[in-house]
Structure formats: C-alpha cells, structure tokens
Nanobody, 114 residues
Framework: VQLQASGGGLVQAGGSLRLSCAAS????????MAWYRRAPGKQRELVASITSGGSTFTANSVKGRFTISRDNAKNAVYLQMNSLKPEDTAVYYC?????????WGPGTQVTVSS
C-alpha cells in the first residue's frame, strides 16, 4: 500500500489541525494504521494507532488532545489534533502494517508556535 499524508502546517499554540493519510492499493480495511512523529533531535515516537476493527491507542503525551480515526470506504486515516503545544512540533508520518509488511508515507510537517 502507498500512503500520502497531508494537513500539516503552522499553527499557534492552542490551535487545531487535522492530518489525513490517503492509502492506495487494495485491502486497506485490514491494515493496522498508525501515526508517528519525529521531532528535531528526538527519536521517532508512536502517537496513535487504530486496528482494522477500530480499536485505538493514544500515547500519553497526546491523550485527551489527539484522536485517530479511519474511513475504510475512503481508504483514509485521520489524526485530529486539538490544543496543540509547541512540543507537538514534528514531522508526522503515517504507517500501515499487515502480516509483516510495513509501509510509510512521506511525512507532513507540523509546527506549533508559542
């Protein structure tokens, strides 16, 4: 599966952004989908994930502020980000995983100004 993330940008602290990840190829509905981020000078971090059945995981650092969702009819996964903080500044990546196959799309930059 090929992935393309979009929706990043520059936002003030306290603002919101919605990231989208569009997937091409067949079988999207069975993929385990996740959003990761990498801030400058830091390791890649799992932000949120969603199973094919819709069960979600959200990292403690963003819990209560970020929500992951998916629309299998549109082959898309989303990350709604509210109450953004400067420490959320990072490149955000979409990931798809199924049966040992992991796919990454190009990241989208999110910059939160204080």
């Amino acid at each position: 599966v090929q992935l393309q993330a979009s929706g990043g940008g520059l936002v003030q602290a306290g603002g919101s952004l919605r990231l989208s990840c569009a997937a091409s190829g067949s079988g999207f509905s069975i993929y385990f989908m996740a959003w990761y981020r990498r801030a400058p000078g830091k390791q890649r971090e799992l932000v949120a994930s969603i199973t094919s059945g819709g069960s979600t995981f959200t990292a403690n650092s963003v819990k209560g502020r970020f929500t992951i969702s998916r629309d299998n009819a549109k082959n898309a996964v989303y990350l709604q980000m509210n109450s953004l903080k400067p420490e959320d500044t990072a490149v955000y990546y979409c990931n798809a995983f199924n049966s040992g196959e992991s796919s990454w799309g190009p990241g989208t930059q999110v910059t939160v100004s204080s």
